[in-house]
């Protein structure tokens, strides 16, 4: 399926986008925002965050280990799920609209890693390219061996074209 390619970019491109935030407006999305909402050692959490978001946004445009890289960023989304919009819906001044609202890209980037995971890289990848490459290769190997059986030999006493020797 070729259509793939868009949802690895539209996933991929957004992931990027965010690392590379974290680390051009720390105090806004990087360790000011990690330290704001309460995840632990956010000196720390954060610039590891934007590495993975940036390094699994980049294997994923590019289609390789595709699904391998959606688990660490599963676990990045569903973490900012957890501790930016759940919460949302407890508070008197936001609730249920107000949270559907401010995790829409939440849970779309949930959805689309999802997606990944279940179906691959697609055709239009660097993994679809090597499993081509392999195809080929194991198809022109088959051939090769198939030129080089040995033919079937005519029984005794007849020709190859199946009368009687003289």
């Not at 259509?3 to 990087?30: H, T, Y």
């Not at 689309?112 to 990848?125: D, K, N, V």
Request: aromatic share 10%; with cysteine.
């Amino acid at each position: 399926m070729k259509a793939v390619i868009l949802i690895r970019i539209l996933v991929g491109w957004v992931f990027i986008s965010e690392g590379i935030q974290k680390f051009l407006f720390p105090a806004a999305l990087g360790v000011g925002r990690f330290a704001k909402i309460g995840i632990p050692l956010p000196q720390f959490a954060a610039p590891f965050v934007g590495f993975v978001e940036i390094i699994c946004g980049a294997l994923l445009i590019v289609g390789l280990f595709t699904r391998l890289a959606t688990i660490p960023l599963l676990a990045v989304i569903l973490t900012a799920i957890g501790t930016t919009k759940i919460p949302e819906l407890f508070r008197p001044d936001q609730g249920v609209w107000f949270m559907l609202h401010d995790a829409r890209t939440d849970f779309s980037m949930l959805l689309g890693l999802l997606f990944l995971l279940i179906a691959g890289p697609g055709l239009l990848s660097i993994e679809g390219g090597r499993a081509r490459i392999i195809e080929y290769r194991t198809a022109r190997a088959k051939d090769a061996a198939d030129d080089e059986t040995p033919r079937r030999r005519p029984p005794e006493g007849t020709t190859p074209g199946g009368g009687i020797a003289s």
